[in-house]
């Protein structure tokens, strides 16, 4: 279960320090974390999905709290039995 949540949120993790860093334009003289580059890809994203750019940080925030919670549930499910003797 540690490599699925490790699988998980190493992605995570690095989508959104570079969402952090490039949205800041902290890119310490990489391209790549420079705001024009942040303003690039998400304009890209929005012609290819035909949609504002400025919704889709949105759209990946809700994506992943729906994986975390769907990833806690399973968690949860596989752990049914001690959770239930802990509530009891």
């Known amino acids: 279960m540690r490599y699925i949540f490790g699988f998980w949120a190493a992605p995570m993790a690095i989508f ?3 969402f ?3 949205a ?3 890119n310490f003289g990489y391209t790549m974390l420079s705001r024009q580059m942040h303003d690039f890809f998400f304009q890209l994203y929005g012609q290819m999905l035909g949609i504002d750019p400025a919704i889709i940080p949105g759209m ?3 994506t992943c ?3 975390g919670l769907l990833l806690m549930a399973l968690w949860a499910f596989r ?3 001690e959770i ?3 509530v009891k």
Do not use: E, M, Q, T
Request: without cysteine.
């Open 65 to 67: 709290v729906f994986d």
């Open 24 to 26: 800041n334009d902290i």
């Open 16 to 18: 959104w320090g570079w």
């Open 20 to 22: 952090y860093l490039s």
């Open 79 to 81: 752990r049914r039995r």
């Open 60 to 62: 990946v925030a809700k």
């Open 84 to 86: 239930a003797g802990w």
